[in-house]
T-cell receptor
């Protein structure tokens, strides 16, 4: 069975600084996808970034980038130039091809002015 | 293009009652998945429907059931409600074409069981 672990329940960062959220996963699958979702206080789940396991290049979306280490089964999210609107719960998620999303427990990120 | 919609947004029920939640996916999306979110258990997968057939199922008791209609709209039913069923229920739709499986979430239905 696949598992996703986020070891940082809470983190805080000053506005405009950079923060990295950690995620590790366990799977025997070779073909899968990894995601970071953001859930602000409104509770709307928003996709931040996705990574296909077969791609070696790390995904980037504007201020958000990932460090995907397939052998180490690590998938961290880096947020650059943090903004107040980045305050939210962040979930790391795993999905094998044709499967369901398996979420980590989440990291609550606070961006302080 | 309209996003995923869920109705109702809030619901209060008492133990023993049953409840039906509705989800309308993004136009053209044929897959609908349901998740339960609680402070204690986090986000857990309930089931997925694709073309009116249940394709995946999580580890929930038989009190939790669902269905999908020909227009891809989906309903989730919980019978004999228990206090522990209080949660945010999230629905997500995806296109599922050529491996594209990004899931788009609705705003959720918050169920409170008294």
């Amino acid at each position: 069975a696949q598992t996703v672990t986020q070891s940082q329940p809470e983190m805080s960062v000053q506005e405009a600084e950079t923060v990295t959220l950690s995620c590790t996963y366990d799977t025997s699958e070779s073909n899968y996808y990894l995601f970071w979702y953001k859930q602000p206080p409104s509770r709307q789940m928003i996709l931040v970034i996705r990574q296909e396991a077969y791609k070696q290049q790390n995904a980037t979306e504007n201020r958000f980038s990932v460090n995907f280490q397939k052998a180490a089964k690590s998938f961290s999210l880096k947020i650059s130039d943090s903004q107040l609107g980045d305050t939210a719960m962040y979930f790391c998620a795993f999905m094998k091809r044709g499967g369901k999303l398996i979420f980590g427990q989440g990291t609550e990120l606070s961006v302080k002015p | 293009k309209a996003g995923v919609t869920q109705t109702p947004r809030y619901l209060i029920k008492t133990r023993g009652q049953q409840v039906t939640l509705s989800c309308s996916p993004i136009s053209g999306h044929r897959s609908v998945s349901w998740y339960q979110q609680t402070p204690g258990q986090g986000l857990q997968f309930l089931f997925e429907y694709f073309s009116e057939t249940q394709r995946n199922k999580g580890n929930f008791p038989g009190r939790f059931s669902g269905r999908q209609f020909s227009n891809s709209r989906s309903e989730m039913n919980v019978s004999t409600l228990e206090l522990g069923d209080s949660a945010l229920y999230l629905c997500a739709s995806s296109l599922v074409v050529q491996g594209e499986n990004e899931q788009f979430f609705g705003p959720g239905t918050r169920l409170t069981v008294l």
